[in-house]
T-cell receptor, first 117, second 115 residues
Framework: AQSVTQLGSHVSVSEGALVLLRCNYS??????LFWYVQYPNQGLQLLLK??????LVKGINGFEAEFKKSETSFHLTKPSAHMSDAAEYFC???????????????FGTGTRLTIIP | NAGVTQTPKFQVLKTGQSMTLQCAQD?????MSWYRQDPGMGLRLIHY???????DQGEVPNGYNVSRSTTEDFPLRLLSAAPSQTSVYFC??????????????FGNGTRLTVT
């Protein structure tokens, strides 16, 4: 069975400061990992994904994440926060070796990011 | 390019009423799914489908039915609504395959309140 744990349901950072959102995963096989962003009253949009190629993955809007197998982590970072980054962020995992592993995602509980002017 | 379209955006039901949440996609995606989003619980998979005529249960299927008569449409039915089904419902679709395939595309959600 697969699962993800997002540490911190709410994170606040000052504009221009480093953003760090934490995600740890549990999977019985090498996983695929994703970060999605949800802006108010909208659906989820893909920020970036790890699919067993490079362990440092770059996404949209200046975000990146590093897959660390030894720590079972996939933390999301951005060097300098912008007001437009305020949203809810979800980490998700799939097991590509299982049936429809690419499509059946298990989501974390989400982290709401607030940017302080 | 419409993507994934969900209707209605908002709905209020009384306990015991039935209704259907509509989902349509125009990307010719084989895979479609329904999630519910509740505070502090993230998104949980209700049902999914890998093609017309094929559906399967996700993590929280009780109280919901689905069907997939066409590639484009994947409606979610609540036969007898309960307050515990108050939630935001998201439909998502993608192509099927291994490797660097397309990610899940989400609709904008349906906010359902059951009183």
């Amino acid at each position: 069975a697969q699962s993800v744990t997002q540490l911190g349901s709410h994170v606040s950072v000052s504009e221009g400061a480093l953003v760090l959102l934490r995600c740890n995963y549990s999977s019985s096989v090498p996983p695929y990992l994703f970060w999605y962003v949800q802006y108010p009253n909208q659906g989820l949009q893909l920020l970036l994904k790890y699919t067993s190629a490079a362990t440092l993955v770059k996404g949209i809007n200046g975000f990146e994440a590093e897959f660390k197998k030894s720590e079972t982590s996939f933390h999301l970072t951005k060097p300098s926060a912008h007001m437009s980054d305020a949203a809810e962020y979800f980490c998700a995992v799939s097991e590509p070796e299982s049936n429809f592993g690419n499509e059946k995602l298990t989501f974390g509980t989400g982290t709401r990011l607030t940017i302080i002017p | 390019n419409a993507g994934v379209t969900q209707t209605p955006k908002f709905q209020v039901l009384k306990t015991g009423q039935s209704m259907t949440l509509q989902c349509a996609q125009d990307m010719n995606h084989e895979y479609m799914s329904w999630y519910r989003q509740d505070p502090g619980m993230g998104l949980r998979l209700i049902h999914y489908s890998v093609g017309a005529g094929i559906t399967d249960q996700g993590e929280v299927p009780n109280g919901y039915n689905v069907s997939r008569s066409t590639t484009e449409d994947f409606p979610l039915r609540l036969l007898s609504a309960a307050p515990s089904q108050t939630s935001v419902y998201f439909c998502a679709s993608s192509s099927i395959g291994r490797g660097d395939n397309s990610p899940l595309h989400f609709g904008n959600g349906t906010r359902l309140t059951v009183t």
